[in-house]
């Protein structure tokens, strides 16, 4: 199993841009040497929570409402509040970023308040033409592809993930989510569609773990983070998920299955996994 940190390891960037996303609203500018906490400094960030989470049954209370008491840094009831970072503190009611300052308090539009936790299902098949894998010319190494979703919410290209619902396995966000993001039985007959289900049913069950951590996503906040699990699952032969047409779903503008490249640019931390991938396949990059 491989596991990389190495996104982690960087200061984060995305979410210290000026502008925070769906909201209009101006970040404090943080330079690099005062993102770390332990670094003292007067700071007094603006406060955003997004009227769009207000009540809805994904989201947390306000950490002010007395009724909410939530039990941090732990699986709690059904939600997962612990980070794949360790312990994370917990100021005046607020988790504090493991990451560091973001120049935002709040949650903005995040539903939880600490780690927000997502899946990103991988998905990749080999660049055919006439039979044979396309090399490319640069790196003489074979092309690999992978199924991408043009994000509904930024126009951004990106892996086909989502949020792992409470009491949810991870294993099950992943299928799901590639699932509702990027494919489409309902055109075909049932027992099509059954056949269909149990080729990609075994296919999410071979899986390689590419990242599991903090991800710099631009809607991360000081209280409010994204953390994701990737995991790539990778259809050697193009005989089973590589085969299938997709279709966009519901988040999601558009899907294809882009070639693998360096100067790809995609949401969030997303190249940064798909350059992982890329390596373990020993594929072009
Ligand atoms: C997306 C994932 C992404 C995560 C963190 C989720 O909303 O669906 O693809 O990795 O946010 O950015």
Redesign the pocket.
């Known amino acids: 199993m491989t596991v990389s940190r190495s996104v982690a390891k960087m200061v984060h960037k995305k979410c210290r841009s000026a502008m925070y996303p769906f909201g209009n609203l101006k970040r404090l500018l943080i330079p690099d040497e005062h993102v770390s906490w332990n670094v003292n400094i007067s700071y007094d960030p603006p406060e955003f929570e997004s009227p769009t989470i207000k009540n809805k049954p994904w989201a947390d209370p306000h950490v002010d409402d007395p009724q909410f008491s939530p039990n941090y840094n732990c699986i709690d009831g059904k939600v997962n509040r612990a980070s794949f970072m360790g312990t994370y503190r917990v100021e005046e009611k607020r988790p504090l970023n493991p990451e560091g300052r973001t120049g935002l308090k709040g949650r903005g539009v995040l539903g939880r308040w600490g780690p927000n936790h997502?899946a990103?299902p991988i998905v990749t098949r080999w660049k055919v033409s006439g039979g044979a894998k396309q090399v490319h010319s640069s790196s003489s190494l074979p092309i690999l592809q992978f199924c991408a979703i043009q994000r509904r919410d930024c126009n951004e290209w990106?892996?086909?993930?989502?949020?792992v619902d409470p009491g949810e396995n991870v294993s099950e966000t992943l299928k799901r989510?590639f699932l509702e993001e990027a494919f489409s039985v309902l055109d075909t007959d049932k027992e099509e569609a059954l056949r269909n289900e149990l080729i990609i049913t075994d296919f999410f069950k071979h899986g390689k773990e590419i990242y599991r951590g903090y991800?710099d996503?631009p809607r991360n906040t000081d209280n409010a983070w994204?953390e994701?699990t990737?995991m790539n699952f990778h259809d050697d032969s193009g005989e089973s998920a590589g085969k299938f047409n997709l279709k966009a779903g519901d988040d999601a503008k558009n899907v294809r299955w882009i070639d693998i490249d360096r100067n790809l640019e995609l949401?969030?931390?997303?190249s940064s996994f798909i350059e992982t991938v890329a390596k373990l396949n020993n594929a072009h990059w």
């Open positions: 997502a990103d990106a892996i086909p993930g989502g949020m989510e991800v996503d994204m994701t990737a949401y969030a931390s997303h």
